[in-house]
């Protein structure tokens, strides 16, 4: 093969994994930010592994690269129902590396710089484990706060926000007019024990950290809900400014703190290496002691002055960086391993442990994810075994300490048949997993898809979490999906059905009250009405999660048109069929088990059955975000004060607008910063409006 050939097949090769490191890292970015609380699939690790796969590849090969890419982009975009905010300083989130790699590359930029700046101070703070926001001030006075979203447009959270008692709400007199003061909302873990205690009593299913916690409690549509959770916030930066107010970033912390903010005590000012380094083995020592969650330490050059001249590049800014910490790991013994039954009867072993502390949490069982898994680390009941977990990951076992093995252990076998129902369990060659056979007789299955269909993406019953499922199908009351919707005609007093059968009114069950039944029958009733891609989610269809249900809902529209395409594509032969498999993203596999689920008459009887009691809504097609730039062709050029060329670039793009690199007669805008040079001449010969960064900004934030 002749190197062009080879080049250009490599190149191909790197389009496709590029195409797909970039839906995978977006399907990750969308569990993680675009859930409350986050819903991670993956590791820290993991995500960090492909997010350096795609920035290399993007490295190498450049002709890709755009601004779309998650890797010019931060987070995931805000969720509707919040108004949007849009930065006027973005909110970018920093680069994960060692102190001694923030020295050196600042040392590598001060050469280039030729400045002869001598010490390179350096702050540490702890990386604190919440949810960051952007407070705005005007005239000394709170009129904003937002989320940071994907780092270029937030959620107004200002009301939320405002019930926060460490938030300040006015400014001293000595604060510049305009000031956004970044940082972070968390919750404390003291606070965090005492709100799992009272979810746990009303029978909501609590948060499983504090980050999640708050961030659930933040992004609360009605903000008397945020109001009654006890968030905090620890205020560590700022974005815009109309004066600056210090010379340094510790003399700017401890002006915060003057103006009223609380700013964490942990922080110092660092003049070595060895004393970051040092101060990082102390924090990572006592970060259990604290009573706010913290994932690592943050490093800023001191000088603000050093700060503006190390340039911002990219997603990360260069002055600053993150250390995060390593994985905790602790010794446990593994008491026995149970099976899971999951919602389509795949069997996945589950590790019991003897309950072990574990960054501020109990661990007590974490999952061996399958037989594979448990073979090859050979993983034995009574074995001692190391457990690990990063941040709010979720626990992992790790290995056998094998020294510490009793002599009396043998190897684990899988079984072959279904816990919960006896049927047979079938291992297809080349799967991981092995299923159970019991379809629709195995309990186990049917509780698990019961609660999928209530779950946060699908009918998000709220009062009806995984608990009161597992309560209502014991008692017989909830067995198939629309037995939900049953609920409040069984169980609200007097009804004539009650007095036919045994059953008690909810409000007089243990635990329940007028006002909780009331609650939960008002939940439901509010659930009648849902979009379809929910709906189709919601079903639990074997492959068909969120992504390829709005996509079956993109394409059938309606429920009825759905179901009825559905049904008559069974045959391979027809129209329907191909249409299905031709949908992107759909392949045979998908389809297919579609089609299982068509083909299964029970199935139909529930679709049915839901049908006369719910109202499933056509899908509306998402409207576009238009903008005042929308479609307007742009041109930037020279020095802009508050981004960088490219910054500005993304951000107009994401508003709709195309970006030039050069001046037209086509061209509606040249923003123009310091030093335009030759395109302002040109654009000015052209007639084209000439913008300064002020103005550009004035016009992206018109409504
Ligand atoms: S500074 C441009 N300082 O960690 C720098 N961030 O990627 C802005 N965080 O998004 C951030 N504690 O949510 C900074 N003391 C601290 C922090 C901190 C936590 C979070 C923040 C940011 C992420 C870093």
């Known amino acids: ?36 609380p986050p819903q991670p699939e993956i590791e820290d690790f993991e995500y960090d592994e492909l997010f350096k796969e795609l920035q290399e590849l993007e490295t190498m090969f450049p002709e890709f690269q755009t601004p779309k890419s998650p890797t010019q982009t931060v987070g995931w975009q805000p969720s509707e129902g919040f108004k949007k905010v849009i930065h006027s300083v973005p909110m970018l989130s920093i680069e994960n590396k060692s102190a001694a790699k923030l020295i050196t590359e600042v040392r590598g930029i001060i050469k280039e710089l030729k400045d002869e700046s001598k010490d390179i101070d350096i702050v540490a703070e702890p990386k604190i484990d919440g949810l960051s926001c952007s407070i705005r001030y005007e005239k000394h006075q709170m009129v904003r706060a937002a989320t940071r979203g994907d780092g270029f447009e937030g959620e107004d959270v200002t009301e939320n926000v405002r019930s926060i008692p460490e938030v300040p709400k006015t400014l001293p007199s000595d604060a510049p ?31 499983q950290n504090p ?51 609380k700013v964490c005590d942990k922080i110092r000012l660092m003049h070595s290496l060895d004393e970051l380094n040092a101060y990082f083995e102390e924090m990572q020592e006592c970060r259990e002691d604290l009573d706010f969650t913290i994932d690592g330490i943050v490093y800023k050059l001191n000088s603000l002055s050093l700060q503006d001249r190390v340039r911002q590049i990219g997603r990360a800014p260069r002055w600053a ?19 899971s039954v999951g919602r ?21 069982n974490a999952t061996l994810h399958n037989q594979d898994e448990v073979e090859c680390k050979d993983f034995r009941i009574g074995d001692t075994v190391i457990v690990q977990r990063a941040g709010d990951v979720i626990p992992q076992v790790v290995s056998v300490v094998i020294n510490k093995r009793p002599p009396d252990c043998s190897p684990f076998v899988f079984p072959s048949f279904c816990p919960a129902c ?25 509780l698990e898809r019961l609660k999928h269909f209530v779950s946060r993406d699908a009918f998000n019953i709220e009062g009806l979490g995984e608990k009161n499922i597992e309560l209502f199908y014991d008692k017989g009351l909830i067995t198939s999906p629309v037995d939900i919707f049953l609920l409040e005609e069984r169980l609200s007093p007097p009804t004539l059905w009650q007095q036919l059968t045994s059953y008690i009114p909810l409000q007089e069950w243990d635990g329940w009250g007028e006002l909780s039944a009331n609650n939960l029958f008002k939940a439901v009733r509010a659930r009648k009405m849902i979009p379809l891609d929910r709906f189709i989610y919601s079903l639990g269809i074997p492959q068909v999660g969120e992504i390829t249900a709005k996509l079956l809902a993109h394409n059938y529209i309606s429920f009825d048109n759905w179901q009825d395409t559905m049904c008559r594509a069974v045959a391979k032969d027809s129209e329907q069929y191909q249409q299905l498999i031709s949908i992107s993203g759909v392949g045979t596999v998908v389809a297919d088990e579609i089609l299982s689920f068509f083909a299964e008459g029970h199935n139909l ?89 002020i103005e550009w900004e004035r016009l992206i934030n018109e409504k």
């Open 1 to 36: 093969m002749q190197l062009s050939q080879q080049n250009e097949l490599d190149k191909n090769i790197a389009e496709l994994r590029i195409n797909q490191l970039r839906q995978l890292i977006t399907h990750h970015n969308r569990l993680y930010y675009g859930h409350t």
């Open 177 to 207: 007019e305009i000031v956004e003061i970044r940082g972070e909302v968390y919750m404390s873990n003291s606070d965090f024990k005492q709100f799992v205690l009272r979810q746990n009593e009303i029978g909501a299913s609590p948060p």
């Open 211 to 261: 980050r999640n916690a708050a961030a659930g409690s933040l992004r609360q549509l009605d903000a008397t809900v945020t109001a009654s959770r006890p968030l905090r916030f620890f205020a560590y930066a700022w974005g815009e400014l109309s004066s600056p107010f210090a010379e340094s970033q510790w003399d700017a912390l401890h002006t915060l703190r003057r103006w009223g903010f």
């Open 321 to 339: 960086a993150a250390q995060k910490f390593p994985p905790v790991k602790r010794e446990t013994v593994l008491l026995k391993i149970s099976i």
């Open 344 to 364: 389509t009867g795949a069997l996945t072993p589950v590790a019991e442990l003897e309950p072990v502390r574990l960054l501020g949490t109990t661990v007590s």
């Open 422 to 446: 006896g049927s047979k369990a079938v291992r297809e060659p080349r799967e991981a997993v092995w299923k159970c056979t019991g379809g629709l007789t195995c309990p186990a299955q049917a």
């Open 605 to 693: 009887q529930v679709l049915n059955s839901l049908r006369q009691h719910l109202t499933v809504e056509d899908y509306s097609k998402p409207v576009m975000m238009t903008s005042t730039i929308s479609g307007k062709i742009v041109v930037f050029t020279g020095e802009l004060e508050k981004r960088s060329r490219k910054e500005a670039k993304i951000e107009a793009e994401k508003l709709g607008a195309k970006v030039a690199s050069d001046v037209s007669a086509k061209t509606d805008y040249l923003v123009a910063g310091a030093d335009p040079g030759s395109k302002l001449r040109k654009a000015e010969a052209l007639e084209v409006t000439v913008l300064s960064e």
